[in-house]
């Protein structure tokens, strides 16, 4: 089986091993999600969440706040389950069909990432012994992202006869909740209230309104035989909000009858007319060959493989991990402007659909590297909500700048709890710090014009509002820092860093667009001045950042060296992760790392510090991190290859790579973590291979595991494309496409016209 598969074979039943499998074998395109519940559903008493999503379609719900203290944030957005429209039940000769029943002779579910479908296959006999082979393939388009198809074939292995299908199309849905957990919502409120239901050209409609945010979706499905001869009656039943399509069909032994379900969802978030517009969709797709749809997706994944290659060779597994990761970032990721990459993308209802700094510090990375459409339309929704964030900064207090969300859908503010929500003001520096990032691989100073440049000086004000000098020095307090087992705290290091690079960037993109005599919109836009820029100069020079010069190493902030000890080493299995079983204030009290602070800092900001200090750093953080977060081990691995621990990089990367796949952090079945996936992505690129763009320009340090033969990746630099293949001999970096570059590889320049090959080096980084 070849890394793009993904295959279950005689698939457990049990109720924990459904819900992980309803995430893992998702179906997903960026704009809808469906999550993998059996077409038939499960037996009664069995928990599922069927769930179908749509990127940037929410409402909004009440989140009451226990004491009313001024500016708490009271109404949180919430992804919405759109219409279920994956039901569709079977009866042979009578016999309901059920894994749960009679005798599952054989099945499987596969993924294939190349094709870009799922499937499941089942043998099954009737308690009446009949004999049938059903394979159900699903497909979310990446070539419409409207649509989602659904493909029932059905083939009778031992006798003639009759069947009955019922195709449905639910409007009458709900969110999933539970109560207990903090990561997902935790009560049921009816979002969606449908509004008409109706039936044109054999197709049937739903169109729901939201409850609260007065925006409207419209599901149009349409069932077809592919072969209609074989169908002895046929009819659709409408009431409200639910449509039911049944199939007489005439069975003969051997001979397979095929249905097709084309499900399009259009919402009023990216569509002008949702209703109308899903008809011109249903029409359109349902007029063409399935074939035809079936080979699009193909085209259109073909190219996305090709431009972004990564590979590990020696490790077949692991390799498919890493194939599987990248393939639900682009399962989850928006195609336009109007929405972003939630924390568990378009898999399950974990964190409600929000989008966090992930996108930016995690994901965007992969897409600035492998796909400049993509990362300009995730920056671009941070362009498009930025009038939020400058919003934002005000209800905060702050007179000027912008404070983007925590976490959000279309701009405002949805953490309830601003501790380790609106206080991680770090990620107004992580959007900029994106920006720059995306700029320095692309070069592209017209995006900056457009946008980019405005998003980093709005970002760079906040920190001149929140900041304060003290002694001379430039102190930011109250805040928290990525680690969410440690806030509110003065001086967060990795927040800190952030700002100074954040404040030298607004001045120098600004003097880069002026040179290039671009800055005029900017400056219009913004009122930005030669002197403010100075400022930000001046006071990012002033920027304190805490060091302790008997340990040598940086302290995330600064009373963390005060608090005592967290032995994590001693930490019992059944009380991971620390957060569902501790008092917040019992851990903000104690030296203990919910994930990587200034690890992650010293990573992305490296030139900062000199590498002894990023070391001890490491060794120093390593023993109080539980990793509880998904966010925190690709970064020790990154970390821990630039430091040469390249067997502790290859731990780490491991846990990071089959993080879903083995559902590590035990609540996969929420959906993915689209966070660790690009994180893992990193791991090999940023990590082994030890890439860096930074303003000085290309780098590499490669190192390789000696679990592993080699690995290979391609990404955009600029107006190239470069492969790098890593040996246990030799490191070749290729010119695939392009004009030449200058590269630093191991510390020693040289110029890739065509291809440079040399010799690995040992130790690599240390
Ligand atoms: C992490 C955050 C992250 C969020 C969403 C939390 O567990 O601590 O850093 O943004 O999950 O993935």
Redesign the pocket.
């Known amino acids: 089986m070849d890394k793009y598969t993904l295959c279950a074979e005689d698939f457990s039943l049990d109720n924990q091993e459904l819900l992980l499998g309803e995430t893992l074998f998702h179906n997903a395109n960026g704009y809808l999600g469906v999550r993998g519940c059996f077409e038939e559903g499960y037996p009664q008493g069995f928990s599922q969440v069927r769930g179908t999503y749509i990127n940037g379609f929410y409402d909004f719900a009440y989140m009451g706040q226990a004491e009313k203290l001024h500016g708490l944030v009271e109404e949180k957005q919430t992804i919405l389950n759109v219409a279920d429209t994956q039901t569709i039940t079977l009866k042979l000769e009578g016999e309901t069909f059920s894994m749960f029943e009679g005798t599952v002779m054989k099945s499987r579910r596969v993924l294939d990432m190349r094709k870009g479908i799922t499937l499941r296959e089942i043998w099954w006999e009737s308690p009446g012994g009949r004999q049938v082979r059903i394979k159900i393939t699903r497909m979310a388009s990446f070539v419409d992202t409207s649509l989602f198809l659904v493909r029932y074939e059905l083939e009778p292995l031992n006798f003639d006869g009759t069947a009955e299908l019922v195709s449905a199309h639910i409007g009458d849905v709900k969110n999933f909740f539970d109560p207990n957990d903090p990561r997902v919502a935790g009560e049921e409120i009816q979002h969606i209230l449908i509004g008409e239901t109706w039936e044109d050209g054999g197709a049937s409609y739903i169109l729901s309104n939201t409850s609260k945010s007065g925006k409207t979706v419209c599901s149009a499905v349409k069932n077809a035989a592919e072969e209609p001869e074989q169908v002895e009656a046929h009819g659709l039943s409408l009431e409200k909000g639910l449509a039911r399509e049944t199939f007489r069909v005439k069975l003969v032994r051997r001979k397979c009858f095929r249905l097709l379900k084309y499900t399009v969802l259009c919402d009023s978030c990216h569509f002008a007319d949702p209703a109308g517009q899903a008809k011109e969709k249903l029409e359109a797709l349902t007029a063409q060959p399935a074939k035809a749809l079936y080979e699009g997706q193909e085209r259109y994944l073909d190219a996305f493989w090709d431009t972004c290659e990564i590979d590990v060779y020696g490790d077949g597994e692991l390799n498919r991990a890493l194939t599987y990761n990248v393939y639900q970032l682009l399962q989850s990721v928006t195609k336009d402007r109007y929405g972003n990459i939630a924390?568990k993308g378009l898999s399950g209802e974990g964190?409600e659909g929000h989008y966090?700094?992930?996108t930016e510090m995690y994901i965007l990375p992969f897409f600035t590297l492998t796909n400049r459409e993509i990362a300009r339309n995730l920056i671009g929704y941070r362009y498009q909500i930025l009038e939020n964030a400058r919003e934002n900064a005000r209800q905060m207090g702050h007179k000027q700048g912008a404070l983007y969300p925590w976490r959000t859908i279309m701009g405002s503010e949805c953490s309830g709890y601003f501790p380790s929500g609106t206080a991680a003001y770090h990620i107004s520096g992580d959007v900029a710090y994106s920006v720059v990032a995306y700029y320095l691989a692309s070069g592209d100073l017209e995006f900056m014009e457009q946008c980019g440049a405005e998003i980093v000086v709005e970002t760079a004000r906040l920190w001149m509002d929140l900041g304060c000098w003290y002694q001379g020095k430039f102190h930011i307090n109250e805040v928290t820092g990525?680690d969410?087992y440690t806030c509110m705290v003065n001086n967060n290091y990795y927040t800190n860093a952030l700002a100074k690079y954040n404040l030298i960037w607004a001045a120098k993109l600004y003097g880069r667009l002026k040179e290039a005599g671009k800055a005029d919109g900017l400056a219009e836009r913004t009122g930005l001045t030669d002197g403010e820029a100075e400022a930000f100069v001046k006071t990012a020079e002033a920027v304190f950042l805490p060091y302790d010069e008997e340990l040598g190493i940086n302290p995330q902030d600064d009373s963390f060296l005060q608090k005592k000890l967290w032995d994590v080493s001693a930490i019992p299995e059944e009380d991971k992760p620390l957060l569902l079983h501790h008092h917040p204030l019992e851990l903000y009290r104690y030296q203990v790392c919910?994930?990587a602070d200034t690890v992650l800092a010293h990573f992305i900001l490296e030139e900062e510090e000199d590498l002894e200090t990023i070391r001890k750093s490491y060794a120093y953080y390593e023993k109080v991190t539980t990793h509880d977060?998904?966010?925190s081990s690709c970064i020790f691995s990154i970390m821990a290859a630039r430091l040469g621990m390249v067997e502790k990089a290859y731990g780490y990367f491991g846990d990071s790579a089959k993080m879903d796949l083995y559902n590590a952090h035990k609540n996969t079945k929420d959906g993915i973590?689209t966070?660790n996936m690009g994180g893992s992505y990193m791991g090999i690129v940023y990590g082994f291979g030890g890439l860096r763009i930074r303003e000085q320009g290309l780098s590499l340090r490669p190192c390789l595991p000696k679990q592993w033969e080699g690995y290979h990746f391609r990404f955009l630099y600029e107006d190239s494309v470069i492969e790098v293949r890593i040996s246990r001999e030799t490191c070749a970096v290729t010119l695939l496409r392009g004009t030449e570059k200058e590269i630093v590889i191991y510390d020693r320049p040289y110029v890739l016209r065509d291809r440079i090959e040399i010799p690995m080096e040992q130790g690599a980084g240390e």
């Open positions: 924390a964190y966090f700094w992930d990525p969410e919910k994930q977060s998904s966010l973590h966070a």
